[in-house]
């Protein structure tokens, strides 16, 4: 983490990674992804910036974007986009061959 300044001193919150970052609304703690997890980690930048060590909140349901989520204004429940479950289920592939010849005899037809 560094100000958004782009001042040069960064400063470490997670040792083992993290990904799609959000700051709480009271701006106290932060949360981020790792894997298909979601975790917290409290910051304090006054007098100087220091963070607890992360804690892991929960797992993301299978059938949910783990990438889109946020906290509530109070911190205490969170809210994510569930996935369509048309989408979760395997696609038939189905091949017709000369089907360019056949839709230009139906379209002439007409």
Known sequence: ?????????????????????????????FFFLRGESLWSARVRMS??????????LFDFPDDVWSRMYDASPDG????????????????DLVAIPGW???MKSRLATR
């Open 1 to 29: 983490m560094r100000a958004y300044t782009g001042a040069a001193t960064r400063y470490l919150v997670s040792t083992a990674g993290g990904a799609f970052p959000k700051w709480s609304h009271n701006g106290e703690e």
């Open 76 to 91: 205490q429940s969170f809210v994510t986009v569930r996935k369509d479950p048309l989408e979760l289920r395997p696609l």
């Open 100 to 102: 360019t010849e056949e």
């Open 47 to 56: 007098p100087a910036f220091l963070t607890d060590a992360p804690q892991k």
